[in-house]
């Protein structure tokens, strides 16, 4: 089936997408080479690894475990070279026109505005803020946990900078409550959900299997947490939203998109595909073929969908 350009044709936070497909953070995006890596899968913008303003090393191994459920446990760390990266990647986007949104780290507002301004400065599409990190001490979600903390980053990040800002929040019990102030605070659309805090246990050793002991959990077995945050955000503010969790198939992102997401990130499915190409095609294709099932024309006919029934 030919892809019908028009029909899968969506936008986010004022950023013009080819598809709903991208990837998530994390996976790949601090190389060049990386850019034209994740380009070449076809998907419709680039997210980043998250950069903060230093290089920062990762944990020790092992910082990753394909768990018996389909799903991945990481304890990566944030490792990353550190703001000087943005320049190139911004450049490589740019020679192959492809959207590259940074995502953006830090352990307080300094931080995330010195890296935001770097972003800025070189021009990226837009900045997404990782205040959802599970496991990484001082970042993350030890930040985006609370309302009132991701208020201050997002409004710090918003008012010095033009580009979109789009805060990337976690799984906390008060998840909604950060989405509204995220909003307030100016971000122009938000990402749910990232990695859930977890831990596996080698039962022969009993020790936790991650020298972090703790990780985030990812792939399919968080997809319907993040359909269930991504469903209530929707109903309370009608926001711009990217699902993001455990998408493999093409209806785990029609979920999300009947949910009330506009958008839709890939990792977990993208890192384990003998075929990323293959995998973000089969999507779109069978997106298309939902769309013109229920009649829609367009994706943003289909955003919320499951709000109207
Ligand atoms: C190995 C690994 C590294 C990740 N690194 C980042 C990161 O740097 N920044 C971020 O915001 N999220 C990061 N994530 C979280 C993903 O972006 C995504 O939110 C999460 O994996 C859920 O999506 P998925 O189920 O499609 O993988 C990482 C996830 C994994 C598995």
Redesign the pocket.
Known sequence: MALNRLALMTSLAGIELRHPLMN????LGYTREHVHRLASYGLSAIVT??ITPYAKEGYEPPI?VALRNGG?L?A?G?ENPGKKCIAELVEEARKINVPLII?VGGRNEEEFVEVAIEAEENSATAIEL?L??PHTKGYGLEIGSDPNNVFSVVKAVASVTRIPVIA?LGLSDRVVESAGKALEAGAKGLTL???VKAMAIDVHTLKPILTNIFG?L??PP?HPIAVRVVYEVFKEYRSEIIG????SSWIDAAEFIAAGAKAV?????LALANNPQDLVSNILQGLQHWLELHGYKVVEEAVGSAHRV
Not at 24 to 27: C, I, K
Not at 244 to 247: A, L, N, S, W
Not at 265 to 269: D, H, I, S
């Open positions: 998530a953070s994390g996976f690894k998250t990753i991945l990481n990566v944030l995502s990782n959802s990190c990337k959900i990232n990695t985030g990812s792939g968080i993001c969790g455990g998408v990130q890939v990792g977990t499915a």
